[in-house]
């Protein structure tokens, strides 16, 4: 019964930032693995950041170095700070979580990878104005 719910979509200028956030509710597990994905129309959705229940993070190549993966201490909220955003980060962009072990490097190369999360969010949308 975990619920996550995404916020913090908008629309914002290429260079510009924004952060998402994920309120978790309803998880009682002691390990939680969680990661962000994006879908853009005629794409398959794609893993960008994730971390462990260790707290370890792994990144996709396409954001390394621009977007942050956190979360509190809580961990009742999880974060993507994105910074100098481009363009191609258009997406819908969405939260995800699984209390099964998952390799979060797979997560963020992989095609297929959103199929090892089984506990999902709504979506927020993303849209970066060149």
């Known amino acids: 019964q975990v619920h996550l719910v995404e916020s913090g979509g908008g629309s914002v200028q290429a260079g510009g930032s924004l952060r998402l956030s994920c309120e978790v509710s309803?998880?009682?597990?002691?390990?939680?693995?969680m990661a962000w994905f994006r879908q853009t129309p005629g794409k398959e959705r794609e893993g960008v950041a994730a971390?462990?229940?260790?707290?370890?993070?792994s990144y996709s190549d396409s954001v390394k170095g621009r977007f942050t993966i956190s979360q509190d201490n809580a961990r009742d909220t999880l974060y993507l700070q994105m910074n100098s955003l481009k363009p191609e980060d258009t997406a819908m962009y969405y939260c995800?979580?699984?209390?099964?072990?998952?390799?979060?490097?797979?997560?963020?190369?992989?095609?297929?990878?959103?199929?090892?999360?089984?506990?999902w969010g709504q979506g927020t949308q993303v849209i970066v104005s060149s």
């Open positions: 309803g998880n009682t597990y002691s390990s939680y693995c």
């Open positions: 971390i462990d229940s260790d707290g370890r993070t």
């Open positions: 995800a979580g699984d209390p099964r072990p998952i390799n979060i490097d797979v997560v963020v190369k992989g095609s297929r990878a959103s199929e090892d999360f089984g506990d």
